[in-house]
């Protein structure tokens, strides 16, 4: 008997992306959910899933996404489209219900927000349990898990705060960083997401999941940094504008404006495990605390450990993961073989981390504050002209690694275009 096919939505984001691979190693077929398919190229996990385009915004996009699916995944949220998006979050859950309750679905999997609904919370934590909410007026059982500040690399919060924290020796913050929070593993949250396919004790039930720790939004945050080996400290005020802490998030951090918004205006209520039904009817979940889900985290600077969301692109400079990244492609009229050749008898200040015939990864030899690589990749070879990328890596560490990436980029990137320009002369087919 074949094993059942499950609908993973919101197929290009975070959790999603932790999550499918995890399912495949189980044995599942996997249909993956995009409104944007060619943003999953990258995946490693690409060739191995069925791709189906759709929105869970237009519901006639959906029928066909949910043709012979038994399990379906909501990973979905609208944060990022500002205004508004409160509305369309319950819409979208409307239109998901309905479509696969329409198509026989046997159940329902969300993750959700970690709050109290009976007290005063913000709008996007509100907004996360009354999508909850939508998903079970409908027929198909749900499973909700409610979470808060997840650990992990490339997770959002997560990524604020390693950003905030490794930048600035103090940061103003508001009085409501003395809230709690329980934060949780990625891991964990993959282990609960994946332990409601086989346990059915949970079919209809929402479930509150955080880590074994308890704190305030304070002390995680000075936790990491400790963890970093940096002297942080939070200068409290009485008074700090969301929309100014937001702007100031996304110049500073990965985090987009409308998003940094939402998640700043969450840390004015608690954000902990009230009900602890989850323990009982998932006893297979070995939580992680939150000083190992952080020193996890910091095992995956490294650019062949991060998920490569710009490979897809001629040209692009962004933060992820903990890196500044700054990529782009580059023509060269010259064999992939010629070109290795030449650069690696350049790189006596570098340490090969990574060759193959189309892939070179070299990391710079020297004292710097932070961990900087250069990485050449073979992407075209046709008639002796050999596309190839060129991506420089940066892990700052501390405001002094930060500075250093401000400053010595823009010579960082010519010098390094100055080089390929003499490989491109020195290993040009005569």
């Not at 001629?314 to 010629?338: C, M, W």
């Not at 290795?340 to 004292?367: P, T, Y």
């Not at 080089?419 to 002369?425: G, S």
Request: some cysteine; overall charge positive; glycine content about 6%.
């Amino acid at each position: 008997m074949s094993s059942p096919l499950i609908l993973v939505t919101g197929a290009t984001g975070y959790i999603a992306s932790r999550l499918i691979p995890q399912l495949l190693d189980r044995g599942y077929r996997i249909r993956a959910l995009a409104r944007q398919p060619q943003q999953l190229k990258n995946k490693s996990w690409h060739s191995q899933v069925e791709i189906s385009q759709g929105d869970v915004m237009d519901s006639s996009t959906l029928a066909s996404a949910f043709v012979g699916v038994q399990i379906a995944y909501y990973l979905v949220h609208n944060m990022s489209s500002g205004r508004g998006y409160t509305a369309r979050e319950l819409q979208a859950a409307k239109n998901f219900a309905r479509a696969a309750e329409d198509a026989g679905v046997r159940h329902i999997i969300y993750l959700g927000g970690l709050a109290d609904e009976e007290q005063h919370i913000a709008p996007h934590m509100r907004s996360r349990i009354e999508t909850g909410a939508t998903l079970r007026q409908g027929k198909v059982p749900v499973t909700e898990f409610r979470a808060g500040v997840i650990i992990g690399s490339g997770s959002i919060s997560f990524e604020m705060i390693r950003f905030m924290m490794e930048q600035f020796p103090v940061i103003p913050a508001p009085v409501w960083v003395r809230n709690r929070s329980q934060p949780i593993s990625t891991q964990n949250v993959i282990d609960y997401l994946l332990a409601a396919l086989d346990n059915h004790n949970g079919q209809g039930c929402v479930f509150e999941i955080g880590g074994p720790d308890v704190t305030t939004y304070q002390e995680l945050m000075l936790r990491y940094a400790r963890i970093r080996g940096h002297k942080r400290r939070l200068l409290l005020l009485p008074y700090v504008p969301v929309w100014f802490m937001a702007f100031g998030i996304s110049l500073t951090t990965p985090v987009p404006r409308p998003i940094a918004y939402a998640l700043v205006g969450g840390l004015s209520s608690d954000s902990v495990v009230i009900h602890h039904d989850a323990r009982r009817v998932y006893p297979e979940v070995d939580l992680i605390d939150f000083e190992s889900a952080i020193r996890e985290a910091l095992t995956r600077l490294h650019p062949l450990k991060i998920e490569r969301v710009w490979e897809n692109e001629e040209s692009r400079t962004l933060k992820h993961e903990g890196f500044f990244v700054d990529h782009h492609s580059i023509k060269i009229n010259a064999v992939p073989e010629k070109i290795f050749d030449v650069i690696s008898k350049r790189s006596q200040r570098f340490v090969i981390e990574g060759i193959d015939d189309n892939h070179l990864l070299v990391r710079l030899n020297m004292k710097i504050p932070g961990q900087l690589w250069f990485e050449w990749k073979v992407v075209g070879h046709v008639l002796d002209v050999t596309y190839i990328t060129q991506t420089i890596f940066f892990t700052p560490r501390g405001f002094v690694g930060f500075l250093f990436w401000y400053l010595f980029h823009p010579i960082l990137k010519m010098t390094l275009n100055r080089m390929v320009a003499n490989i491109a002369h020195n290993s040009v087919v005569k």
